[in-house]
């Protein structure tokens, strides 16, 4: 069959996460993802904002990564696509006002398709007038302008929450990622395999944004348990993280990004009790390479020959561990001293996206390699997504 070809309707300053995560998740579980932008091609950016509630009255704002778009909006036909995906932030307050945008959602929304919007994305369901008589949620401040379009309000009781209403899948914020993402699958035809694994994530402050947020979330839409821990906290703390992005310097810019909740306690962990571990990239791995714990906890899972998944500067704590001797992998080309140094065969990462499999290994350059990635884990896992 076919693959099945999933539309994300993108804008400038749409909240980092509700663009990325399920635009990275539905190709990692074989989706064709297209991502447009009124007034805009194939190749072009949007900037993104990194919304998050941080103790004020309302949501803060920063810059996040440039997403780049891989589809032209002008030459979209809404008949090629058997879903529509709108993502919050700021940009649903002006795609509400374009008519080329509102058509486009009352052509899938008409025609019986799968609908997904979340957070501030129902603004342009409201405009389209398409959650008439239907139950939808969405960040509370969007409460009035669905309530006056005809919408079934339902109060958001955690900012996970998610509503599903025959085709019309609707989600309060970003932490709704796992329960909007397996619904959106599930409306599409998909069914899933083989996912009740444990898998531990091994985090740290200034992990890359993206590489913690992208996998972690697409692994828990399928249906693992997936815990995140960090040496010295404990569950419910969080860690900073950090946006590293290519903007046409030497290196990689940094800005802050979201702040990420542990789910778990390190000390708590018991390595056996997990299926498979995952390695983020970012800042973080060089100082966690000088954790003992640390070393011991990822020679535990390659002695055990358990998946072991590790990207971008993740590979810091493998070459550190010592488990990479004669082993073929990949990392950010900045880390390649650090592989080639532990012994490791040396698998250049051309194009940046390239991630390779080695036995139990899964390594990854950087974060545009996340479909790649989380598809070989999946493999080396038995999850499996199909139509």
């Not at 509400?96 to 959602?105: I, Q, T």
């Not at 960090?230 to 860690?239: I, R, S």
């Amino acid at each position: 069959m076919a693959s099945k070809r999933v539309l994300l309707l993108c804008g400038d300053y749409m909240e980092d996460y509700e663009a990325m995560v399920p635009f990275q998740a539905l190709q990692a579980y074989g989706l064709t993802v297209d991502a447009v932008c009124p007034g805009k091609k194939a190749g072009d950016v949007c900037r993104t904002a990194v919304h998050q509630l941080s103790g004020h009255q309302t949501y803060s704002e920063t810059r996040g990564h440039n997403f780049a778009l891989n589809a032209t909006f002008a030459e979209i036909d809404a008949a090629n696509y058997d879903g529509l995906l709108l993502p919050g932030g700021r940009a649903p307050e002006y795609l509400a006002h374009d008519p080329l945008v509102v058509a486009l959602v009352i052509k899938f929304f008409s025609s019986g398709k799968a609908l997904a919007s979340i957070c501030h994305g129902q603004l342009i369901l409201a405009a389209a007038g398409v959650a008439k008589d239907r139950k939808c949620t969405a960040f509370p401040p969007v409460k009035p302008a669905l309530v006056a379009s005809g919408a079934h309000w339902v109060e958001p009781d955690t900012m996970a929450a998610t509503v599903v209403d025959g085709n019309l899948i609707t989600a309060a914020t970003y932490e709704g990622h796992p329960e909007f993402i397996q619904h959106f699958v599930k409306a599409l035809g998909g069914n899933i395999s083989g996912s009740n694994k444990k898998i531990l994530f091994l985090c740290g402050d200034y992990m890359e944004d993206y590489e913690v947020t992208v996998p972690f979330q697409s692994l828990q839409a399928l249906g693992c348990q997936v815990d995140a821990v960090c040496p010295k906290k404990k569950t419910g703390e969080t860690c900073p993280t950090a946006i590293h992005d290519f903007e046409g310097d030497q290196t990689y810019s940094e800005k802050p990004g979201h702040d990420f909740a542990l789910n778990a306690t390190y000390d708590d962990v018991n390595a056996s009790s997990y299926d498979a571990l995952v390695i983020p990239g970012g800042r973080a791995p060089e100082y966690l390479a000088l954790n003992e714990s640390v070393i011991a906890l990822v020679k535990h899972f390659m002695e055990s020959k358990k998946p072991v998944a590790s990207i971008c500067h993740g590979q810091q704590i493998l070459a550190a561990a010592g488990v990479l001797k004669g082993r073929r992998c990949t990392a950010y080309p900045a880390v390649k001293l650090n592989v080639v140094l532990g012994g490791a065969i040396w698998l250049e990462p051309n194009p940046i996206s390239r991630c390779f499999t080695d036995g139990n290994l899964v390594t990854g350059a950087a974060w545009p390699g996340h479909p790649e990635f989380i598809a070989k884990l999946m493999a080396l896992l038995g999850i499996h997504v199909t139509f």
